[in-house]
């Protein structure tokens, strides 16, 4: 559920004044350092720990991480509903929050785009686009964007009167209208049914690119921020895991957490190592030539092994068990208890497995892994 203010003049404040823009700035939005805890919780409950982002013009930048991990909050951070127990905020070149700096939220050049949309219902579409904007300002750029957003015609209507869809677009519409430096986005699809959020998320890239905005989603599904985000910022516990293009997350987590979260990759711990080695519950795996182990203490290392690297024999006698799938569209997503560990793969449609089916995991010819930390190539050796 979203954290955001409720009411309509902390919803209006940020979109009323913005900064001069003598100068452009690279790094749009600059966070270094930001520590916050909110009053009242125990010293030890960091809702953000030393995070550190950069957004650049015309950069859509995702946020994901399990609920609780400190996304909106960092959004309440850069809009300047909540102060940054340490660190620094600065915008368009400017610092807008640090130890001896504080700017209001109107005053920071930030739009907002809520999850319910927040539109004022008595109002319409036209009043919503301009209301931040000040009196007597021009108003060719609300209308602009109408056109842009596909709602020119529609100015009149009231929003009880527009789609899921169109109020998404008006959100939007009415976040951009004062050109503000950046857009803050809480999981604005989420409401929206599937062919429409679709739609939109794919359109959402090249309005921000037009209107040389930086913008900051939060969304819960990897697949929607890997597929139209230029970075993206994984996050557990306060804590940004990294920051990477999708392809970069998806070659190289920082993390197990990252690739459990991004890949639902299968994090497996090592039992024994040699100099060259690593031994798991799924078999041996070999280091590249430049790989040394020596020393190394078996219970900080971990393997990090994509669903598609793992495939299921039928064995009533195997020491696994399926305890359900997902349809993906072209292929299972397959989880299976093993000992301890519960394993996700990804098969074929074909294989028809069952719940409560017996099996064994066998690691596919020459599957790869990564080893943590360090992100190290793997390849699985042969069993002997």
Same mark, same amino acid.
């Given at each position: 559920?979203?954290?955001?203010?409720?009411?309509?003049?902390?919803?209006?404040?940020?979109?009323?004044?913005?900064?001069?823009?003598?100068?452009?700035?690279?790094?749009?939005?600059?966070?270094?350092?930001?520590?916050?805890?909110?009053?009242?919780?125990?010293?030890?409950?960091?809702?953000?720990? $030393?995070?550190?982002?950069?957004?650049?013009?015309?950069?859509?930048? $995702?946020?994901?991480?399990?609920? $609780?991990?400190?996304?909106?909050?960092?959004?309440?951070?850069?809009? $300047?509903?909540?102060?940054?127990?340490?660190?620094?905020?600065?915008?368009?070149?400017?610092?807008?929050?640090?130890?001896?700096?504080?700017?209001?939220?109107?005053?920071?050049?930030?739009?907002?785009?809520?999850?319910?949309?927040?539109?004022?219902?008595?109002?319409?579409?036209?009043?919503?686009?301009?209301?931040?904007?000040?009196?007597?300002?021009?108003?060719?750029?609300?209308?602009?964007?109408?056109?842009?957003?596909?709602?020119?015609?529609?100015?009149?209507?009231?929003?009880?009167?527009?789609?899921?869809?169109?109020?998404?677009?008006?959100?939007?519409?009415?976040?951009?209208?004062?050109?503000?430096?950046?857009?803050?986005?809480?999981?604005?699809?989420?409401?929206?049914?599937?062919?429409?959020?679709?739609?939109?998320?794919?359109?959402?890239?090249?309005?921000?690119?037009?209107?040389?905005?930086?913008?900051?989603?939060?969304?819960?599904?990897?697949?929607?921020?890997?597929?139209?985000?230029?970075?993206?910022?994984?996050?557990?516990?306060?804590?940004?895991?990294?920051?990477?293009?999708?392809?970069?997350?998806?070659?190289?987590?920082?993390?197990?957490?990252?690739?459990?979260?991004?890949?639902?990759?299968?994090?497996?711990?090592?039992?024994?190592?040699?100099?060259?080695?690593?031994?798991?519950?799924?078999?041996?795996?070999?280091?590249?030539?430049?790989?040394?182990?020596?020393?190394?203490?078996?219970?900080?290392?971990?393997?990090?092994?994509?669903?598609?690297?793992?495939?299921?024999?039928?064995?009533?006698?195997?020491?696994?068990?399926?305890?359900?799938?997902?349809?993906?569209?072209?292929?299972?997503?397959?989880?299976?208890?093993?000992?301890?560990?519960?394993?996700?793969?990804?098969?074929?449609?074909?294989?028809?497995?069952?719940?409560?089916?017996?099996?064994?995991?066998?690691?596919?010819?020459?599957?790869?892994?990564?080893?943590?930390?360090?992100?190290?190539?793997?390849?699985?050796?042969?069993?002997?």
């Amino acid at each position: 559920m979203s954290l955001w203010p409720k009411r309509l003049s902390d919803i209006a404040l940020p979109l009323i004044e913005q900064p001069d823009r003598g100068l452009q700035h690279p790094q749009h939005v600059h966070l270094q350092g930001l520590w916050h805890r909110y009053d009242g919780a125990a010293e030890s409950a960091w809702t953000l720990q $030393g995070l550190d982002l950069c957004l650049r013009q015309g950069e859509l930048v $995702g946020l994901l991480g399990p609920s $609780g991990c400190g996304k909106t909050t960092l959004l309440r951070l850069i809009a $300047g509903f909540e102060r940054p127990t340490r660190g620094s905020i600065s915008i368009n070149g400017r610092e807008v929050a640090g130890p001896q700096r504080w700017l209001e939220p109107e005053r920071r050049g930030v739009g907002m785009v809520f999850q319910d949309y927040a539109l004022f219902p008595h109002l319409s579409a036209w009043g919503n686009a301009c209301f931040g904007l000040k009196r007597g300002a021009d108003t060719s750029r609300a209308a602009w964007l109408l056109e842009l957003l596909g709602l020119g015609g529609l100015e009149q209507r009231y929003p009880h009167e527009l789609s899921g869809g169109q109020r998404q677009r008006l959100a939007l519409a009415r976040a951009l209208a004062p050109a503000p430096a950046v857009v803050l986005l809480d999981e604005p699809f989420s409401n929206l049914d599937v062919e429409v959020r679709l739609r939109l998320r794919s359109e959402l890239p090249g309005v921000l690119s037009q209107c040389g905005t930086s913008g900051l989603i939060v969304t819960h599904d990897p697949e929607e921020a890997l597929a139209i985000c230029d970075r993206v910022g994984v996050m557990e516990g306060g804590i940004l895991h990294q920051c990477a293009s999708p392809r970069e997350l998806v070659q190289q987590p920082a993390s197990p957490f990252v690739g459990r979260f991004v890949l639902q990759g299968n994090a497996l711990p090592v039992s024994a190592c040699s100099p060259t080695s690593v031994t798991t519950e799924l078999g041996s795996w070999q280091l590249g030539q430049l790989g040394d182990l020596s020393g190394m203490d078996p219970s900080a290392l971990t393997v990090l092994v994509n669903p598609e690297a793992l495939q299921l024999e039928a064995d009533a006698s195997g020491d696994a068990q399926v305890l359900g799938r997902e349809f993906l569209g072209r292929e299972w997503l397959v989880q299976v208890q093993q000992g301890e560990l519960r394993l996700r793969l990804r098969l074929p449609l074909e294989q028809d497995w069952q719940r409560g089916q017996r099996c064994r995991v066998r690691r596919r010819l020459r599957a790869t892994a990564l080893l943590y930390p360090g992100a190290v190539p793997l390849l699985a050796q042969p069993r002997q």
